[in-house]
DNA sequence: GTACAAGTTGAAGCTAACTTGAAGTCAAGG
DNA sequence: CCTTGACTTCAAGTTAGCTTCAACTTGTAC
């Protein structure tokens, strides 16, 4: 397959193709100067799909696929790691802004100068 | 205050105050060619520090602080929404990757090769 | 008068995952 | 023969929030 049936089948651009295999997350051989993918292209891209959307860069995806880390499983629950202190960290942040609309303050500039007694920002 | 001595207490880089400067965050005058800073500098990288851990950008901050947005409110609730996605969004993910831990699959290549019914991933 | 710390500007570098653009190649169809 | 469309490479642009660098100036201490 060329780049461009392989970008109408994956869904992904050609573009973002050719960069994957730049940065050696796919093969293909060159004939007459063009990109040649196999079929499992596909089935590769699928999986990387899937990783990318399970948060996964593609440095990861990479390392992983060319099985340089022994186990994948040991990579999977450092990112569940990863994503528990990301949802706390959001949460927080939801926390704070929460907190913020309960401030009496008519004017964001007015919080600046209350004690923390009075201004939820100062908090 | 010069740049030295804002950083010093707010806990920022020289760097970092100097930036917020230069995209309109903080004034400062010029006295042979040096950033005086007033008081009032600091509670406002207060402020700005707050509204950072909150997850407003710099620039979402500068137009709050200007003014521009008339209701620092409908920002904050907007924010909210935000959020709220993102935990979503990242909670998604966490539960791809707990999926992908019950995978039997022993080569994530494996996986790939799979049907639907049998790989996790695939899913 | 000189050494040194701290200030100045503007530009470039950093991260990730691509996209876009320029300039050129190549094969097929009319 | 010529156009069209799909491909090629390489470089640069995009996002945010700074940091770092180079080359220079200024203020203070001795």
């Given at each position: 397959m060329t780049v461009g049936q392989v970008a109408k089948r994956s869904g992904?651009?050609?573009s973002a193709v050719r960069?994957?295999?730049?940065?050696?997350l796919l093969r293909a051989v060159r004939v007459h100067g063009r990109r040649q993918f196999t079929e499992d292209a596909i089935a590769r891209l699928t999986l990387i799909s899937a990783a990318k959307d399970?948060?996964?860069s593609l440095d990861e995806i990479r390392r992983i696929l060319a099985g340089d880390r022994p186990d994948w499983r040991?990579?999977?629950i450092a990112k569940?790691?990863?994503?528990d202190v990301a949802i706390a960290r959001t949460a927080?942040?939801?926390?704070?802004?929460?907190r913020?609309?309960?401030?009496?303050c008519q004017t964001i500039a007015e919080c600046a100068s209350k004690t923390r007694e009075l201004c939820s920002l100062n908090r």
């Open positions: 992904l651009r050609a960069y994957y295999e730049s940065i050696g399970a948060s996964f040991q990579a999977a569940l790691k990863e994503l927080a942040q939801h926390a704070a802004v929460s913020l609309l309960g401030c009496p």
